[in-house]
């Protein structure tokens, strides 16, 4: 079963994480159904994956109401994201070009970084961070997850043009150490 795009836009367990979730649902059963919407999983990623590693049937219930508020609601705060992982999801999620007219698109198909940030209680600033860290550094967004820090020196390294000098270097390398 494949999963809806909206879902994708938060990011899946760690290894340790998904594999308490495995223990649990072992020791438990599941205990929420995977949410579909249109075929797709919109809520239950890491549940369904789980339940596949063990052989263990899920239960699945039907969402019809707007799936990005669906899933922004029962992710944004049970998932503890920190504020770098809220700006990398609300990067995803603003999809409004800059001086586009808002008056001309209905606010479900169009969002702008602002209204992404609020909508994941994040910076307009953190945001628009990640934003350049995407277009100038793309390999970077997966090691964003490391801690408010880098990501302010990974955007300043961007920001001055840094990015052949050693502390652009010197920011990748810690963040390639913490990953593992």
């Known amino acids: ?3 809806h795009e909206i879902a994708n836009i938060f990011p899946m367990m760690t290894p340790a994480e998904y594999d308490q979730l495995k223990a649990d649902i072992l020791a438990n059963g599941l205990l929420e ?3 579909l919407y249109d075929g797709f999983i919109l809520d239950g990623r890491n549940r369904y994956m789980a339940c ?3 052989g263990i049937e899920p239960d699945f219930d039907t ?3 707007d799936p990005l508020t669906f899933v922004i609601s029962k992710n944004l705060h049970r998932r503890h994201l920190n504020e770098t992982q809220r700006a990398v999801v609300a990067s995803k999620l603003a999809n409004m070009q800059r001086g586009e007219r808002t ?3 209905s606010i479900d198909t ?4 602002e209204n992404a940030s609020k909508l994941l209680n994040v910076g307009r600033a953190s945001t628009a961070r990640v934003r350049e ?4 550094a793309p390999e970077l967004i997966s090691k964003l997850d490391i801690d408010r820090m880098y990501r302010k020196r990974a955007g300043y390294a961007i920001h001055t043009g840094r990015k052949g000098g050693c502390q652009f270097h010197a920011c990748y390398h810690r963040a390639t150490l913490a990953t593992g």
């Open 63 to 65: 969402v019809d109401s």
């Open 103 to 105: 008056d001309l698109v």
């Open 110 to 113: 169009k969002l702008s970084l």
């Open 33 to 35: 159904p995977i949410i």
């Open 52 to 54: 596949k590693d063990l």
């Open 133 to 136: 860290i995407e277009r100038k």
């Open 1 to 3: 079963m494949e999963f």
